[in-house]
């Protein structure tokens, strides 16, 4: 993202230039858009996003988007396409995925003077998103195939070592906090830590492809308070060990570098890291304050881990963070739960720009 882009953005807008303002939104994405994926006359842009292509089409005053996601002629049709119906009311909201021949296919399409800069960016992030998380279901669940091969750098071999070794740490030290929790009654503390681990993984190894896909389902249920506590640990429980029993193998098939146009997660500036910390910060001062060492860590490590599931952020965000969590690590409850309490309080005091989208 280049932010400093987006100020051209909005006054072409404002000044009724809409195309120009289209333009400057690609430029905006990745000032690399226009120069690398476009036509002579910037008409056509076909733009590589994971495994899928996002094509854009400027003409006759029209904008039409639109995005080849699978090919369904071997797959179990009715399922699927009762899936796609689903998809189509929820997540999609503007966007739709329609069937051209044997092909699923996002599609959307205004005039250029609708083309809002923020609604185009987000009609572009919804068609990546959606694209990211269901192409690896349809292929595993429905036998549907790839369109396009994806463009992925795989990770070297100490990498993805490393990443399953850290991984598995994470599902060990977890399962010694669950042990913890569940004999002292704590089942809210044991669903809150399953979360916390699951998003440790993602932060450590930005997980991708079908087991991704599980993580977001398996968290969605984790936070689904109309499901018991101790089904949702139970459920916790079950994906963790089927991560470990599938082995190293199997898990070194979702951790890879891959094309990105639109990014999945948001990014955000320090100024609004300070205001989506806000209420944390005061909730673990009032639990530190009482005593309350393990509240005041498990809504600290929380929040902070929450932050790094749905946001890129700023770097000296990133380095609080780090710092606070590095220096926590193997700590008493008390002495965690302060070191923590600092971290948040000081990106309290810090001050950035706020950002755009």
């Known amino acids: 993202m280049n932010s400093n882009v987006w100020p051209a953005v909005t006054a072409a807008w404002q000044d009724k230039r809409y195309l120009e303002s289209f333009y400057y939104l690609l430029d905006y994405v990745n000032p690399l858009v226009r120069a690398m994926f476009a036509n002579t006359e910037q008409t056509e842009f076909n733009v590589p996003h994971g495994s899928v292509l996002v094509h854009i ?6 904008i039409e988007i639109n995005c080849p996601l699978v090919d369904i002629t071997d797959a179990t049709r ?13 997540p999609l909201t503007v966007s739709q995925i329609k069937l051209s021949g044997n092909q699923l296919v996002f599609h959307f399409k205004c005039a250029v003077d609708t083309a809002e800069p923020y609604k185009m960016y987000y009609i572009m992030k919804e068609i990546c998103q959606t694209a990211d998380r269901y192409d690896d279901e349809f292929r595993e ?20 070592e490393q990443a399953w070794r850290q991984t598995n740490e994470i599902i060990n030290e977890n399962a010694q906090y669950l042990a913890y929790f569940d004999s002292q009654r704590w089942y809210g503390s044991s669903v809150d830590f399953l979360v916390i681990a699951l998003k440790r993984i993602d932060l450590c190894t930005q997980i991708k492809g079908y087991l991704r896909t599980e993580l977001d389902r398996v968290l969605a249920e984790l936070t689904n308070n109309n499901v018991t506590a101790a089904e949702r640990i139970q459920l916790g429980k079950n994906f963790l060990h089927h991560i470990q029993e599938a082995g190293k193998d199997s898990f070194v098939k979702n951790i890879y570098q891959a094309e990105v146009f639109i990014p999945e997660k948001w990014r955000t500036s320090a100024e609004q890291a300070k205001t989506n910390t806000e209420a944390t910060l005061n909730q673990v001062q009032k639990y530190h304050n009482d005593k309350n060492y393990i509240g005041a860590a498990i809504e600290a490590l929380y929040s902070i881990y929450d932050l790094f599931y749905k946001n890129n952020m700023d770097n000296i ?8 969590l590095a220096n926590a690590a193997g700590k008493s409850w008390e002495e965690t739960s302060g070191i923590l309490l600092n971290g948040l309080r000081s990106i309290s005091t810090i001050h950035s720009t706020p950002t755009t989208v």
């Open 57 to 62: 089409s400027i003409k006759d005053q029209m």
């Open 78 to 90: 009715i399922p699927l396409l009762r899936k796609v119906a689903e998809l189509n009311f929820h």
């Open 141 to 160: 669940k429905f036998k549907a195939k790839n369109i396009l091969e994806p463009k992925i750098v795989q990770l070297s071999e100490e990498q993805k």
């Open 317 to 324: 965000v990133n380095a609080i963070l780090f710092d606070a």
